[in-house]
């Protein structure tokens, strides 16, 4: 087993008090998975993704564990972290086009960003050098500022830097973002031969674009205001989906080639509740079409078939639709 994260409960402090973005997450990766993380803006995903790396000061962990590779990962430890970053976890950061300094050309980047993990950086330098070659650039980026990149390239630099010295775990948040559909789609490629290639054992890839997610993505794992929905494998959630959520997530993409005339596209009714003071029982459940009295309780996020995890009494109950 790669990951496992156990209870996680993450906050962000506020002047009126705790906002829990992440609140009791359990879930696994297994070593090879590449597992897709997705939901509407400010469902957490994003809050989940960095606390296995890199706690911001402004946020702090309530509870729960987070184990890699059998050990547990310190993650409100800022200075004990320093051991597992880019070594055994690894961060793609949301925006990551503008994550490169300007001032500085990729080269000068790659040895500063060793030197501070205390790396010696001559011979991983000809490591970046291969990788480089392998997704298509020329070494000369490395001589090169950020700023006489493209989007894709700098996109493609920074996923290098973040897999070069082949941690267990990559988490790369929103990395097809602000691209164009070709390079999404090499990006997206990009990842799954550094997969494929051991460059990275495992990763978790958070986007709320669900169509990006049935092209890279193993299994795939739903959230809603800051708790779980569903996890299943993608061709599932793609094809079979079971709680209500990931349904009307579904139904409101677009299909290629049906025209706007001959369909009508069905958004969400309604707004994911504030994390400041969230309902009680399901958090869906102003949203959805099929609440009863029973969702003022919350469901657990449980097995219900083989490999497909659900939070629905809907579905644990078996009601009718």
Same mark, same amino acid.
């Given at each position: 087993m790669s990951l496992s994260v156990e209870n996680l409960r993450i906050a962000y402090r506020s002047r009126s008090?705790?906002?829990?973005?992440? %609140?009791?997450?359990?879930?696994?990766?297994?070593?090879?998975?590449?597992? =897709?993380?997705?939901?509407?803006?400010?469902?957490? #995903?994003?809050?989940?993704?960095? !606390?296995?790396v890199y706690l911001e000061n402004r946020m702090k962990q309530l509870g729960g564990r987070v184990e890699l590779d059998g050990k547990e990962l310190p993650i409100?430890?800022?200075?004990?972290?320093?051991?597992?970053?880019?070594?055994?976890? !690894?961060?793609?950061?949301q925006y990551a086009m503008n994550a490169l300094n300007p001032t500085r050309r990729i080269g000068k980047i790659? !040895?500063?960003?060793?030197?501070?993990?205390? $790396?010696?950086?001559? =011979?991983?330098?000809?490591?970046? #050098?291969?990788?480089?070659?392998? $997704?298509?650039l020329d070494e000369d980026v490395l001589g090169k500022y950020s700023f006489e990149l493209s989007g894709g390239m700098r996109q493609r630099v920074t996923i290098i830097l973040s897999t070069l010295l082949n941690p267990s775990l990559l988490v790369a948040d929103e990395v097809t973002s602000a691209l164009d559909v070709s390079t999404q789609r090499a990006v997206g490629e990009m990842l799954i031969e550094f997969?494929?290639?051991?460059?990275? #054992? !495992?990763?978790?890839?958070?986007?709320? %674009?669900?169509?990006i997610l049935a092209q890279i993505a193993d299994t795939i794992m739903i959230m809603y205001a800051g708790r779980l929905a569903e996890k299943a494998s993608t061709d599932t959630i793609i094809n079979a989906p079971l709680h209500p959520y990931t349904?009307?997530?579904?139904?409101?993409l677009p299909e290629v080639g049906v025209r706007h005339d001959q369909t009508t596209l069905t958004g969400i009714p309604g707004r994911p509740p504030s994390l400041a003071s969230p309902p009680a029982g399901c958090r869906f459940r102003d949203r959805c079409p099929f609440a009863r009295e029973r969702c003022a309780t919350s469901p657990p996020f449980e097995e219900v078939k083989p490999g497909h995890h659900v939070a629905c009494w809907k579905v644990s109950e078996g009601w009718a639709a």
């Open positions: 008090g705790d906002v829990c973005a992440v %609140d009791d997450v359990s879930f696994t990766v297994a070593d090879g998975e590449i597992m =897709g993380l997705a939901g509407e803006s400010g469902s957490g #995903k994003s809050t989940l993704g960095n !606390s296995l409100t430890d800022f200075r004990g972290m320093r051991a597992y970053r880019m070594a055994e976890v !690894s961060l793609v950061p790659t !040895s500063d960003l060793l030197r501070s993990h205390g $790396v010696r950086a001559n =011979g991983v330098l000809e490591e970046m #050098k291969r990788r480089i070659r392998l $997704v298509g997969r494929d290639r051991g460059f990275v #054992k !495992s990763l978790i890839a958070i986007t709320h %674009d669900l169509s349904q009307m997530l579904l139904a409101s």
